[in-house]
């Protein structure tokens, strides 16, 4: 088998799904960019740390901090203090934010299961499964994590792989 073959076709589908799953989300986010990615990943983490946030997306600390100052502005999301760290600001999504981090994740869902359209039931347990152990072998550390499953619904996804993988390593 031709390795480079396998690895191009492999970069091509990883590559045009991310852009695709990408366009569609920040279709409905307020802007293009990582506005979608935040509001989904304060779904994952409510109250997370704008620093986490900032790896989780690989923005500077400004730039975090007025793309939230975005969010707070279009009322999808609130800053609280920290709980353990009363100093600390804890990020939370409003009403408005949950409602958009729905359609946000729906056109995530929508646009891979388009994509999945052509595997028959078999096919796709068995993509699922190589995708798993690829995640697995794949995800370095938690800022990676992060980053990997920023747009993910992590109620849909018991035993999470890139979970697993870290709690493993721990």
Do not use: W
Not at 119 to 137: G, I, M, Q, W, Y
């Amino acid at each position: 088998m031709d390795e480079k073959k396998t690895e191009n076709v492999i970069g091509a589908m990883a590559l045009g799904l991310a852009d695709a799953v990408i366009r569609e989300t920040e279709n409905q986010a307020p802007e293009k960019g990582q506005a979608a990615a935040a509001i989904a990943l304060l779904r994952h983490e409510p109250a997370m740390p704008i620093e986490r946030m900032r790896r989780a997306l690989g923005l500077s600390h400004s730039a975090t901090v007025r793309l939230i100052d975005r969010l707070v502005t279009d009322d999808l999301v609130v800053r609280r203090p920290g709980v353990s760290d009363r100093r600390a600001v804890a990020l939370h999504l409003t009403e408005a934010g949950e409602t958009r981090c729905n359609a946000i994740l729906s056109s995530r869902f929508e646009r891979i299961a388009k994509a999945l359209e052509s595997f028959d039931p078999v096919e796709k347990e068995t993509f699922r499964l190589l995708t798993e152990k690829f995640l697995s072998n794949f995800v370095e550390d938690l800022d990676h994590a992060y980053s990997v499953c920023r747009l993910c619904d992590l109620s849909a996804c018991p035993d999470c792989p890139v979970q697993c993988t870290l709690q493993a390593k721990v």
